[in-house]
């Protein structure tokens, strides 16, 4: 049974940094693609970020480039989401997704696991 659980959701101030993580059992991000995505109330499910499985190849939103950034520790079988310089349109459910056996993707269809999310809120 596969499980992705987030962690590290929070309120904090516009401006400021949170750290997200998202531990995996049943499948190993060694070998699996890793995204981020969020969904603000009213709005579909946005994709944020994502890694490959050598944790090489990254890619990211436009919205999010240069101040977000996603690792991840395999020994750990976790992946991260560092978010910096956030404002208030970063307000959303972030949800951690896994992709078997594949490369990055941006599509929510393209990915097998969904994390149950994490809510972040930004206040001005």
């Known amino acids: 049974q596969v499980q992705l659980v987030e962690s590290g959701g929070g309120l904090v101030q516009a401006g400021g940094s949170l750290r997200l993580s998202c531990a995996a059992s049943?499948?190993?991000?060694?070998?699996?693609?890793a995204g981020w995505f969020r969904q603000a109330p009213g709005k579909a499910r946005e994709f944020v970020a994502a890694?490959?499985?050598?944790?090489?190849?990254?890619d990211y939103a436009d919205s999010v480039k240069g101040r977000f950034t996603i690792s991840k520790d395999n020994a750990k079988n976790t992946v991260y989401l560092q978010m910096n310089s956030l404002s208030t349109e970063d307000t959303a459910v972030y949800y951690c997704?896994?992709?078997?056996?594949?490369?990055?993707?941006?599509?929510?269809?393209?990915?097998?696991?969904w994390g149950q999310g994490t809510q972040v809120t930004v206040s001005s």
């Open positions: 997704a896994a992709r078997r056996l594949g490369s990055i993707a941006r599509e929510v269809p393209r990915y097998n696991y």
């Open positions: 049943g499948l190993m991000f060694s070998s699996d693609a």
């Open positions: 890694i490959d499985w050598k944790g090489g190849t990254t």
